[in-house]
């Protein structure tokens, strides 16, 4: 890797606010592991973007080293290629290696956030993020405003005028992925405990997730049914929160682990087989618990136990097989292209799993899009905080699900819905985008998709289908 002199001169030069603290900096053992081969560079949505070389995963690596060496400091010259990584973790799937750059950005992040002082509008809006987002029962009372905003016509003259980009493009982001408001994101319903459909196999634990049950709880819905079709007695605690997975990802260390500690306490003594979940995000914090308690000797263990029962949904049904009968979708082929997302193709090697339970579905056809592994740009509140670089990856995506000519999306995370469906809207596409647990609760239940003759027109020019009972 070729860095300029003038570049090190121009970081160094900058004011020093400090270095890495001694509480788990980046490990130098997994920094020596990069060979600075270069060939994360074709993987790494930001660098593809930005195109520059400290915006990759060996550039990072390199800054991580020098901080860690006191050459150069910690600073908004360094922190700025920190924050440009998404951590779709793309490079740790293509790396010869096997960095393990997840947990060299992981460290990296949690430090930035203790030894970077970052300025004031940069502060004020990310504990907007982390004082609403991982609390579902904060976000549903900042709904009620925004149900009216949206119902009395507010937000068609705010899109209409572009007034919020220009005073902050953050806003503007976070507002333009705000998906419709309804009466079910004010309800919690699903009780807590759903017996088995016929005779029961497993016994399951469900989280909810925040995004999720707020926004997408049709998704949450579809899941329990599936579950409770395919044998499995389902258990829903009620004193479940945030998984931790915002926080984690933004190194907000003490929150994360308050987060990870209810949701273990809120399972304990369920006797549950596994924890399922149906948000990839979501899934590899889950997955996590066990490194993100690591230092606290009265959960260390418990979150290791906690962590081996996490399955995500698909994951765990392509294991266990279906016994639910599955019916067409539609009265002709149906075909889908499938989305995967981040973490759960590179952070939880799940990408056959999904395929093979849509495949089961009678009549499906499933296409393959090109970059299937780039991320969409979404990366939890990526989108929120880089809007720019999130705003060139959604277009990328959306293009090539659309140049596949499906007849519909399927993704397992609302934070990719939320994104493709916000780049589905600009480019004037009505496509619809569905989770995989709805595809197969409608297959369970006998409902049919309807779906128009093959068209001739080009996928942005193909109408929307729509479902009948």
């Not at 079910?184 to 319903?189: G, M, V």
């Not at 999720?212 to 009620?238: D, H, M, Y």
């Not at 479940?240 to 273990?264: N, S, W």
């Not at 019916?327 to 002709?332: F, G, N, R, W």
């Amino acid at each position: 890797m070729q860095v300029s002199e003038d570049s090190l001169k121009k970081i160094a030069s900058l004011k020093d606010v400090q270095g890495f603290d001694g509480s788990h900096p980046p490990d130098a053992k997994l920094i020596d592991t990069c060979v600075h081969c270069g060939f994360c560079l074709a993987n790494c949505p930001s660098y593809r973007v930005i195109g520059k070389e400290m915006d990759s995963p060996r550039g990072r690596i390199y800054l991580m080293d020098a901080i860690n060496e006191g050459e150069i400091p910690l600073n908004t010259a360094t922190a700025e290629h920190f924050d440009s990584c998404l951590g779709c973790l793309a490079c740790v799937t293509t790396c010869p290696s096997g960095v393990q750059y997840d947990k060299l950005i992981s460290t990296t992040r949690h430090q930035v956030q203790r030894n970077y002082h970052r300025s004031l509008s940069d502060q004020l809006f990310r504990k907007l993020i982390f004082f609403l987002f991982p609390y579902p029962n904060r976000l549903r009372v900042f709904l009620i405003p925004l149900w009216g905003y949206q119902e009395l016509g507010l937000q068609k003259l705010v899109r209409a005028t572009g007034l919020l980009g220009r005073i902050s493009p953050r806003l503007a982001a976070m507002e333009s992925i705000l998906p419709k408001i309804s009466g079910k994101s004010f309800q919690d319903h699903l009780p807590d405990l759903i017996p088995a459909q016929g005779k029961k196999r497993y016994r399951v634990g469900m989280i909810l997730g925040c995004v999720q049950r707020l926004f997408f709880s049709p998704v949450n819905e579809a899941t329990v049914r599936v579950l409770t079709a395919n044998g499995c007695e389902v258990v829903i605690p009620k004193s479940q929160g945030c998984c931790a997975a915002l926080p984690e990802h933004q190194g907000q260390t003490e929150q994360a682990k308050a987060l990870a500690r209810q949701m273990i306490d809120s399972f304990a003594n369920t006797d549950v087989d596994a924890v399922i979940i149906n948000a990839a995000g979501c899934g590899h914090t889950l997955k996590e618990y066990g490194h993100i308690l690591a230092d606290d000797p009265e959960y260390r263990e418990k979150a290791k136990e906690f962590a081996a029962k996490v399955r995500d949904v698909q994951e765990f049904l392509a294991s266990v097989g279906l016994t639910a009968k599955l019916s067409p979708l539609a009265d002709q082929p149906l075909t889908l292209v499938y989305q995967d997302a981040c973490h759960l193709l590179h952070g939880q090697k799940i990408s056959v799993q999904p395929r093979q339970l849509l495949r089961q579905i009678p009549g499906v056809k499933l296409r393959e899009p090109i970059d299937a592994a780039l991320c969409c740009g979404s990366a939890g509140v990526y989108n929120l905080l880089q809007p720019e670089v999130a705003e060139d990856l959604g277009q990328q995506k959306v293009q090539n699900l659309l140049n596949t000519g499906a007849d519909l999306i399927t993704s397992a995370n609302p934070g990719c819905t939320l994104q493709i469906s916000r780049h589905l809207q600009l480019q004037g596409q009505q496509i619809p985008i569905l989770h995989p647990m709805e595809l197969l609760d409608y297959s369970i239940r006998g409902v049919k998709l309807e779906v128009q003759a093959p068209s001739q027109d080009p996928p942005d020019k193909q109408l929307s289908k729509h479902f009948e009972s």
